[in-house]
């Protein structure tokens, strides 16, 4: 097992808080140990999902400044004069082309929420994964050993 870090505190040493017990198959630098690696992961995977909902919203921001210097000149287009058929005509393909930038900007937001959640779900898999194989290793050790 690697050492694990030390104190600065010159008084107390967590890291050393159980090295005086000794227990029969309980290695208290191995739990530190694994223990230190799930906090590593945690904060991993707390930085994707940061790091994930920022690039959503930063996207977010995008498509409604998008909106926003769109809206002017549709307003524009539909407030000039023409015959009712006409004016029916603009306002259901604007509705249309309206339709469809939503379906396709929901769907793009939809898949980079995916991806983000995927991405710090892979860090928790994989040291729920580390773990059982520290665990079943230890297990095999400690049947070795008696």
Known sequence: ??????????????????????????????ITESQRRNLEALT?????????AGALARRQGEIVRKVAEEMPAMLRDWAQPGTPEGRLAKCVEAAK???????????????MGNKASAEVFGVIARRVTEGLDELRLYAKEQSAAE
């Open 97 to 111: 082309l309206a339709f469809e930038t939503v379906l396709a900007n929901a769907r793009e937001l939809n898949d």
């Open 44 to 52: 991993e995977a707390s930085q994707l999902a940061i790091e994930g």
């Open 1 to 30: 097992m690697a050492k694990a870090t030390t104190s600065k505190n010159a008084f107390f040493d967590p890291s050393k808080l159980f090295d005086d017990f000794r227990f029969p198959g309980f290695d208290p630098r191995a």
